[in-house]
């Protein structure tokens, strides 16, 4: 039978009471562990922030129930099955977007899923797909930058890593869950959580499109935002959840609140007066699982039995949450549903495992950003090398910081001290593992923390940047900085960290930047004095070693922004691929321009690119010479889906790495479509590659897009695809096609 059909059979034996219980999901960080166990009894349908032996002995529980449902065990996952000291913690997911690396997200992704199964869990609440234009909001550490192409192919192969290519059932598939919907990171001011004004020709044509990637690419589960889109919140707008993702979209997965969503519609978002109201708004407009509102069950039983919530919408819900299970082979595969009793003593030793670190180390490689070099990096490529090093400030040594969001030091509540039962590099460890090999003295300085008004520890730094060569500062922020409800009103380094800078550019020792910084932030005077600057985000728990050994240039950089740096906050929202129109075009009082925009990144290599050209597998219809012939087109009902069906550019260029080292290049290419009948921005990512070449390479690349992808919202709110002229932007070269 299918699994479709065996989620129905099933459901068809459930009481009203067993169905509605089925669509709690209970936060274990606020319930009592025999609380849990009473949920887990009468049938909660899954649990979430609970690991290990607490949640085989829930699912020991719901097993005992009268119909054995098991639990379904979810987990902010999000750079590694961090919120577990055992476990491997990778780059935040800004960082690794840096590597514009699909094969090592992927595998990153597989990599948590492995960890995240042998703790008995099922299901992350991850990839984030939340657009980051405004950097003041707390979450851009969780996010994949600002490009919803770049996003969409991140959120893809995290899918197909966490799920196991569509293959759950196996032990170690997780389900994915892609958040937040919708348009979650656009709310007003970067305030988090707050109305995001987003109209719809927006909505469809920056938004929904990662999200159609994640359901394409089969995304179990899907998060309804916090927030509210024009002044309605998403879980309480059939039009975004029921008419748009579950019809339109295609998506037949379950939607999951956000943490207190329904509840939020009473005291926070004022628009139910009471919990019936809002789970009645909750189930009518498509939410199936409701994420920590316990008192939706006895409302909800109510408003069945009074007959205003129809049972066939409580058995939508509960047919998608069992056909997940079954998917899931939480039914079939016991190896999948652990608990106290059958608990295999021998683990498999995923959580942590040396082959994870190693995947660690390839991420994080790539994906730290080298932004500026002025020819003092590599360090200790000839006599010039330094000799005495002054390493100074908050962020050397700081292993909560480089950790960054969503671990075992943030969730579910904040302990700072608590410790990493796995490998953990900081820059400062990093550094003196080199100090013999490179026969260098390490003077360090910690000066302050990250959000300090003084600079406390400043004589002594100043001290060492007099009789040293060479200054490395490690700066950024800190977790009270960042995240959910830490929103900034500017992006300014603190006090204190601005008279560290202050100070070494008085000495005058030559200055090397690393930023451990959740997101970009104004570092516009620290790139004016420092000879070079590398940004390693949150750059998990071997970024240390891995930023030591670039410094040192035993590791090539080969990251590329996913994200712009204003030069100042005031500038904000600025990404790469605006409108154009502005009057103007810039401020009366300051630059228009980002300090560093979307795709910036040096190396120690160079790389020419060459000899582009270009193939159609299909007749090009556009006749650009003839005005009138041309407007005619353009007037005339435009091609359809069937139209485009297979239709791709296929562009061909050359790479030549004329350096002694190899190295890996990042290429981009954009398109500008140059008339529109709607305004379009003044280029678009369209297509990806990372390539490596060896020293004195050559390589040719062939890159296609699909005619698909030129389509725009047009007027109508419709998808089409007009013909006229594109220009494919590759690096410094340029190509305008009549399409
Ligand atoms: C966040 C979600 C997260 C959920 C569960 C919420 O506060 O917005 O992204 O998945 O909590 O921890």
Redesign the pocket.
């Known amino acids: 039978m299918d699994l479709k059909c065996r989620a129905v059979e099933l459901r068809e034996k459930m009481s009203l009471e067993e169905k509605v219980a089925q669509m709690l999901q209970i936060s274990y960080s606020r319930v009592s562990h025999k609380e849990a166990l009473i949920f887990a009894k009468m049938g909660a349908g899954s649990f ?2 609970v690991m290990g032996d607490d949640a085989r002995a829930i699912q020991e529980e719901a097993l005992k129930s009268r119909l054995k449902i098991p639990v379904i065990f ?1 987990i ?1 996952a999000i750079h590694g099955h961090a919120l577990n000291s055992s476990s491997t913690v990778f780059p935040s997911p800004l960082a690794m977007a840096a590597s514009f690396d699909r094969n090592l997200v992927k595998s990153v992704a597989r990599a948590t899923a492995r960890e995240v199964s042998e703790d008995a869990l099922h299901w992350t ?1 991850s990839p ?1 797909l939340c657009i980051g234009r405004d950097l003041r909001w707390g979450r851009i550490s ?1 996010t994949f930058g600002e490009d919803p192409f770049l996003i969409g192919e991140m959120a893809k192969v995290m899918i197909e890593g966490y799920q196991n290519d569509g293959d759950l059932k196996e032990d170690n598939g997780i389900l994915a ?1 892609a ?2 919907f919708i348009a979650y990171g656009e709310s007003t001011g970067g305030r988090d959580s707050y109305d995001s004004p987003v109209p719809e020709r927006q909505l469809r044509s920056l938004f929904l499109p990662p999200f159609q990637k994640a359901i394409d690419a089969g995304v179990g589960s899907i ?1 309804a935002g ?1 927030q509210s889109v024009d002044l309605l919140p998403c879980s309480a707008n059939p039009y975004l959840l029921k008419d748009i993702l579950q019809k339109e979209m295609g998506f037949e997965g379950f939607v999951v609140t ?2 207190e969503n329904v509840r939020s519609l009473i005291g926070k978002q004022f628009v139910a007066k009471d919990i019936y109201e809002a789970s009645y708004k909750a189930i009518k407009s498509g939410n199936h699982m409701i ?1 920590n509102t316990p008192e939706f069950y006895n409302a909800t039983l109510d408003l069945v039995k009074s007959g205003l919530v129809e049972e066939s919408l409580i058995d939508e819900a509960v047919d998608r949450i069992l056909k997940i299970k079954f998917d899931l082979g939480l039914f079939d595969n016991s190896n999948k549903v652990q608990t106290l009793k059958n608990k295999n003593n021998k683990t498999k030793g995923y959580i942590g495992s040396k082959a994870h670190e190693k995947l660690n180390e390839e991420i994080t490689k790539r994906a730290m950003v080298l932004l500026k070099n002025d020819g003092i990096l590599p360090l200790f490529k000839d006599e010039k090398a330094p000799k005495r090093i002054a390493l100074i400030g908050p962020n050397a040594d700081d292993v909560m910081n480089m950790l960054g969001d969503w671990t075992y030091f943030t ?2 509540e904040p302990k700072p001290s608590n410790t990493p039962k796995t490998k953990v590099v900081t820059l400062k460890e990093g550094l003196e593992s080199l100090r013999e090999k490179y026969d260098f003295d390490l003077y360090y300085e910690k000066v302050c923390s990250t959000s300090d008004l003084e600079a406390a520890g400043l004589k002594k730094a100043i001290r060492y940047a007099q009789t040293c060569d060479l200054v490395i500062l490690a700066l950024g922020d800190g977790l009270e900085e960042y995240g ?1 409800e830490k929103d900034r009103a500017s992006l300014e380094l603190s006090l204190g960290q601005k008279a560290i800078l202050e100070a070494m550019v008085e000495v005058g020792t030559p200055i090397v930047t690393v930023l451990v910084s959740s997101k970009p932030l104004d570092v516009y005077d620290l790139a004016k004095f420092s000879s070079a600057m590398i940004y390693g985000f949150n750059w998990g728990s071997l970024g240390g070693e891995i930023c030591a050994k670039i410094l040192a240039g035993e590791i090539n950089p080969s990251a590329k922004l996913p994200i712009s740096f204003p030069r100042h906050t005031g500038q904000l929202p600025i990404y790469y691929n605006y409108l154009p129109g502005w009057h103007g075009g810039k401020y009366v009082d300051f630059h228009q321009s980002q300090l560093f925009e979307f795709g910036h990144g040096l190396s120690y290599s160079k790389v020419i690119y060459g000899n582009l050209s270009y193939s159609l597998n299909f007749k090009a219809q556009f006749d650009e010479d003839d005005p009138i012939e041309r407007l005619k087109r353009s007037i005339k009902t435009l091609p359809n889906e069937e139209y485009l069906k297979g239709k791709a550019i296929k562009l061909s260029f050359t790479l030549e790495n004329i350096s002694d080292i190899d190295c890996e290049e990042v290429i981009l290419v954009y398109v500008k479509d140059e008339i529109s009948s709607v305004i379009t921005p003044v280029k678009e990512l369209k297509a990806f590659e990372r390539v490596s070449l060896r020293a004195k390479e050559k390589k040719e690349v062939n890159i296609e897009i699909l005619l698909e992808q030129l389509c725009i919202i047009d007027g109508n709110y419709n998808k089409v695809f007009e013909n006229g002229d594109f220009t494919f932007i590759i690096n410094d070269m340029q190509l305008k096609l009549s399409l």
């Open positions: 979430l922030h979810g902010d609440f984030l969780e869950c958040k937040h998060m916090y956000d943490w994420m969730h579910p959910e």
